[in-house]
C-alpha cells in the first residue's frame, strides 16, 4: 500500500474581484490628436466621474457568467459574435483550468466581453475612460510623462505571454486604487472600432485616404509614447468577434445618477 | 428546438397575413443563422419616423454604408457608389434587393433629417432604407459591419469607407472597400445571392 500525498494549490484571490473603484475624472490629452484645427494648441477632452473594476474579470467570473446564460457557452454561440478561438482555452468548454481560475478570462470577444458588463448592470468601459485610469502609477493619478513609468509599461509589453496567466492583482495597483492596468492583459473598450489607422501592407500609399473618410491630418500627442501606439495599434487590429489568448476586459460603470453614456 | 418552430410558424403565419415591402417571403421564417446580422433585436427609427427592426429587412439583398448626412467628402460618393450598383442591377434583382444608410450620427441624423437627404440625394423610398439608431446600437452594428468610426469634432466624424452586401439571409456575402471602387465583385455577389 502505497500512500499517495497530493498537494492541491487552491486558487484563492489576491484581491476581491467585482468590486469598483471610483474614478474622479479629469483632462485627458488623447494619443490621437487632430492636426487640421484652427487652434494650434493641444487637444483635450473631459473624462467624467465613473467607477472601474479593479481587476480584469476573472476566469472564474466568466465561467459564472457563461454557466447560467447557454447562449455564451463555446458550442452555442453564434459565429457572428465570437470566432473560433473563443474560450479554447478551457479544456471542456465549460471550465477554466483550476490554476487559471484567479487569472484574467481571455480568448472572449467584445460581444461576449460587453454582454457579461451588461448582466452585472456595467458595461466596458470607453478607451478615454481606460486611457485615463492607465496612466496612473502606484503614487501618481497621471504619470504619463515619468519616463520611468514609460519604461515599465514597455518592459511588460516586451514580455512574452505566459503558459499560465498570473492572477489578477498580482502586478500593480495604481494611485487609483486599480489593479492590472498594465503588465497582465490587453483589454477590450467599448469603442475600440473608434481607432481607425492606415493599412499594413507596404503597397498602402500612404494615408490611404480612400479607406477612410479622416480630418484630413492627424498626429499623436507624444511621438516618443510608444507604449501608447503599440495599445492603440492593437486596438486598430481587432475585429469585435476576436477571441485572443492575451485579451481580457473589466467593466465600468456611470456614477449614480448619470444618464445612459454612450 | 421545438419551442423555435412553433415561434417559426407563428411568424409565418404573421407574414402571410401581414405582407409589407420588407418581407414577403414565407420561407425566410427559420430562425437566424449563426452569422446573420438579423440576431440583432436591435430598433432604429426611418426617415419617416417609422420604428423599425433590423431584421424586418430580412429577405431581400442589402446593401449597407454606415454614413452621416452632414459629411462633405466620403459619404456622397459611397452614396454614389451604392447608386451605381443599383443602376447596374436587373429589374428583377432590383426587385429583391435593398438599399440601407445607417447614421453614424444619430444624435444629428433624426429623421427628418435623413427625409431631407434622401429627397436631395433622390433615393427611392421602396428600396432605400435610412436609419438613425441608439449610440450604442450604432456602434454595436459597426462592429457587426467592421466599420470603424469616430467623432473628431462636434457633427464631425472620421469612418470607415465601406459597403457591405447582405445575402438574403442577413450574412455578410461581401464587402466593397474605399471610394469609387469597380463595382463588378458586389454586383457578382449580389447575382450569387439572388440564385440561392
Known sequence: MIGIAVTVALPLPLVAEGEMARISGGTLTPFFQDLDREEKRIQTVEVGDFYLDITPVTQRDFAAFVRGNEKWQRGKIMRLFADEGYLRNWPDGVTPKLEEEESPVTNVSWFAAKAYCEKRGKRLPTIHEWEYAARADEKNHNASRDPTFQKRILNWYGKPTPATLPKVGSTYKNAFGVYDMHGLVWEWTLDFNSVLLTGESRTDKGLERELFCAGGSVGVADVGDYASFMRYAFRASLQADYAVGNLGFRCAKDQEGDHEKK | ?196
Open chain 2, 1 to 196: 428546438m421545438k419551442k423555435n418552430r412553433i415561434f417559426s410558424a407563428g411568424i409565418l403565419c404573421l407574414a402571410v397575413i401581414s405582407c409589407h415591402r420588407f418581407s414577403c417571403h414565407p420561407n425566410e421564417a427559420a430562425p437566424p443563422s449563426g452569422l446573420s446580422l438579423y440576431q440583432m433585436e436591435s430598433v432604429w427609427r426611418d426617415a419617416q419616423n417609422r420604428e423599425i427592426r433590423f431584421d424586418a429587412l430580412k429577405g431581400k439583398v442589402e446593401v449597407v454604408a454606415m454614413v452621416y448626412t452632414s459629411c462633405e467628402y466620403a459619404c456622397p460618393r459611397i452614396v454614389g457608389d451604392m447608386k451605381r450598383i443599383e443602376s447596374s442591377l436587373t429589374p428583377a434583382q432590383l426587385e429583391k434587393t435593398g438599399f440601407v444608410l445607417i447614421s453614424i450620427d444619430p444624435k444629428r441624423d433624426i429623421p427628418k433629417k435623413l427625409k431631407t437627404f434622401s429627397e436631395k440625394e433622390s433615393l427611392n423610398p421602396d428600396r432605400w432604407n435610412l436609419l438613425t439608431g441608439s449610440e450604442s446600437d450604432v456602434r454595436e452594428m459597426a462592429a457587426l459591419l467592421g466599420v470603424r468610426y469616430k467623432e473628431i469634432e462636434e457633427g464631425f466624424f472620421s469612418h470607415s469607407n465601406l459597403i457591405t452586401i447582405l445575402n438574403r439571409k442577413g450574412e455578410i456575402l461581401h464587402q466593397q472597400k474605399g471610394l469609387g471602387t469597380d463595382p463588378d465583385e458586389s454586383l457578382g455577389a449580389i447575382s450569387r445571392a439572388l440564385k440561392d
